[in-house]
């Protein structure tokens, strides 16, 4: 399992959104830039974003997007499964119906589910749980704590200025 780049491009994105100004929108290109990549990239993450009801995307001249919820209100889990979706990372495709040890294919019903997806399942789960209880603002405490006075100066400041 692994999920693409586009979650942590998510995540280190939204991460300087979370103390904004009020009414203070962020555009794209600003936020490609800090990142040096591509607006085009960031435009798709953030299509995503937006479709989940994460940021909101607001037109003219100041217009850029913003945090469509509070920071608290937004999970790990959330923005994971607005860039990579929300199926299980495992798709059982029920491969031992075609077992040649299997004399009867039919056996295997819902009452008889495959124990390896059950396993895999309960995993994922509990790993979703994990990542619901974490917050963008909870993120944004822990990874900022440890800045320097100056680092969160420049942080306002460019925030100030996009």
Known sequence: ?????????AFHSLFYMVDLPEQKAI???????????????????????????????????????????????????????????SSYFFQC????????FVDDPGIFTSECPCLIKVVIQQAEELMRKELQSKSLRWLHQQASADFAADKKASIVEWAGNV
């Not at 399992?1 to 491009?9: D, R, T």
């Not at 995307?57 to 209100?73: N, V």
């Not at 495709?93 to 040649?100: D, L, M, T, V």
């Open 27 to 85: 555009g794209i290109r600003e936020i490609a830039g800090l990142h040096g990549i591509t607006e085009s990239y960031l435009s798709k993450i953030f299509a995503k974003l937006r479709k989940a009801g994460i940021v909101r995307s607001t037109a003219g001249a100041k217009g850029g997007y913003e945090l469509a919820k509070r920071a608290e209100d937004i999970s790990f889990w959330d923005i994971i499964e607005a860039i990579e979706g």
């Open 1 to 9: 399992m692994q999920f693409s780049v586009g979650v942590e491009y």
């Open 93 to 100: 495709a029920e491969i031992r119906k075609k077992n040649i």
